[in-house]
């Protein structure tokens, strides 16, 4: 996945967090400790400085591992607001349709985000999918658009009004 400096900029947000921390979190994401300046390691063993794990996570169960949800940002596990959770693209899309609720079609999905690169200039800038996904999802849900040279997310509503 897109482990860039630029995709966990674009991550580091409260819109992304929030919903990705709500209940979106698996043993896939890897995350950025803020503290330490540095990713997890992709088996999850968490921030090589720290030690810190982005969630609390049992590897003996016969499925392979999960998350206990309950206690996610578990004070003995992780400092709230040290991590920046990187999401995977079928998070983002499921961000999305938990809010878009007539979207949940395959194709419908495939014909918005379609519709979002042809039309939004942020898909020129954008350097993979997942960082097309949070765009896209930011634009429909928030409003919000990347600006790659301030490295921030502002809102634009006179552009939404254009496009
Ligand atoms: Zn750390």
């Not at 990713?39 to 169960?61: H, R, S, V």
Request: glycine fraction near 4%; aromatic fraction near 12%.
């Amino acid at each position: 996945m897109d482990t860039s400096k630029e995709y966990i900029k674009m991550s580091d947000c409260p819109e992304i967090q929030a919903a990705i921390s709500k209940n979106k979190i698996d043993w896939r994401n890897q995350g950025y400790c803020k503290k330490h300046k540095c990713l997890t390691t992709e088996d999850m063993d968490g921030c090589p400085q720290c030690g810190g794990m982005i969630a609390k996570i049992y590897k003996d169960n016969e499925l392979g591992g999960y998350i206990d949800r309950t206690s996610l940002w578990d004070e003995e596990m992780c400092e709230y607001n040290q991590w920046i959770v990187l999401p995977y693209q079928d998070q983002l899309q499921g961000i999305y349709c938990s809010v878009m609720v007539n979207r949940t079609e395959v194709f419908d999905l495939i014909s918005e985000i379609f519709r979002f690169a042809n039309t939004n200039p942020i898909s020129e800038v954008c350097k993979s999918m997942e960082q097309l996904w949070l765009a896209f999802v930011m634009w429909e849900l928030h409003a919000k658009q990347w600006l790659a040279t301030e490295e921030k997310w502002v809102a634009l509503p006179a552009i939404k009004e254009k496009i």
